[in-house]
């Protein structure tokens, strides 16, 4: 574990690195983009003319033959947890690792909620959830968040994602906005991921390496699994086994294409040799874009 001074040397300059994103992001309505979703149930009655027909109970409607609508209020805190990859696979990366680049962007989302006043917790997770801190306001708890995603010291190299947000599901019981971060190179997650949608604004942020999907030319190499430890002697110049790898790849890329659209979750990429502010922007610019239709 890297020392005190370290670690805030470390999350110090975070600060400083994100400061003009996340002042741009908060400027540019970070709040309403999730407006709508942290709201409590109240009451139903009649429609009137103005009424948002979105809200409009059909079931209550069809009994009494004439329009109502679900009222909602809205709740005075907003719950943003961060969950948050920590398994060996993070280690990858041609420029920056994985998870550097995960935590400098997590840091961001993260004092962007802290200057919405939003309540902020974390999760860390490896082949099950290794760490779970509770949402709370304030610039010292943002601070102890992003502390210790610096210093954090996994137990295990493995990946869950299913077991992780199965054991989220129960952990959550209150409406929050969930931002997933991770490689997603996990087994199959879509029954866990479902059942934590059906309750939670979940927000994919996937961070990937280009070098991951193709393997170039440079002969005999030795191949290693950063989570399993298991090595693999491959021939690189082999055009055969450099396109099976593509396929399999690609493959890959369309079945987690398929889980985050059939569950209906929005989904940023971000490559670790690109800057990250523009897909961040884009994102919240999209989704603003959305809710105001």
Known sequence: ????????????????TTRQLVDGLVAGNYHSIFKGQGIEFSEIREYHSGDDIRT??????????????????EERDLRVYFIFDYSASGNFGNLIEKRKKSIEITATLMFSAMRNNDNVGL?????GVEKYIPARKGRRHVLKLISTLVA????????DLNLSLAYISKIIKKRSILFIISDFYSTDFMKSLSILKNRQDIIALRVVDKRENKIPDVG?????????????????????FRKNYVEMMHKKELHLKHVFRRNKVDVINIFTDEPYALPLKKFFKIRTRRIIR
């Open 1 to 16: 574990m890297p020392e005190v001074k370290e670690i805030i040397k470390k999350v110090r300059k975070l600060e400083i």
């Open 56 to 73: 409009i109970d059909w079931k209550v409607t069809a009994r009494f033959d004439r329009p109502f609508i679900k009222e909602f209020i």
């Open 123 to 127: 999760f860390i997770f490896t082949d």
């Open 152 to 159: 954090y010291s996994p137990q295990s190299k493995k990946t």
């Open 220 to 240: 005999l190499i030795q191949l290693e699994d950063e989570e399993t430890g298991e090595q693999l002697l491959v021939d690189t110049s082999d055009k055969v």
